[in-house]
């Protein structure tokens, strides 16, 4: 399985950016889907997350900012953030989970400058 997770880079604030993160070697169509962040001496979090049905979950100072959203038939989870902030700046991972499974992508970094 491998999830490769891209789109990040180095914004303005106030600017907006699309994570993609392409999944291979699972059946996309049945797992969740999720974006979390990790900043530098904080612990991980979660961003959002996309139900194999469709149903989103956002952490809830990101709701109004950010959006995920799931192409199956390209097995690709997105997530279009806008009026990014300097405290944004993270790596943000993309993860699939079923049940008790689940795996990690490797991470893109977000530079949000002020």
């Known amino acids: 399985v491998q999830l490769q997770a891209s789109g990040g880079g180095v914004v303005k604030a106030g600017g907006s950016l699309r994570l993609s993160c392409a999944a291979s070697?699972?059946?996309?169509?049945?797992?969740?889907m999720g974006w979390y962040r990790q900043a530098p001496g904080k612990q991980r979090e979660l961003v959002a997350h996309?139900?194999?049905?469709?149903?989103?979950i956002y952490s809830y100072s990101m709701k109004d900012r950010f959006t995920i959203s799931r192409d199956n038939p390209k097995s690709t989870v997105y997530l279009q953030m806008s009026s990014l902030k300097p405290e944004d700046t993270a790596v943000y991972y993309c993860k699939a989970n079923r049940g008790e499974t689940s795996y990690w992508g490797q991470g893109t970094q977000v530079t949000v400058s002020s």
């Open positions: 996309i139900r194999s049905g469709g149903e989103t």
């Open positions: 070697g699972l059946i996309f169509t049945i797992y969740d």
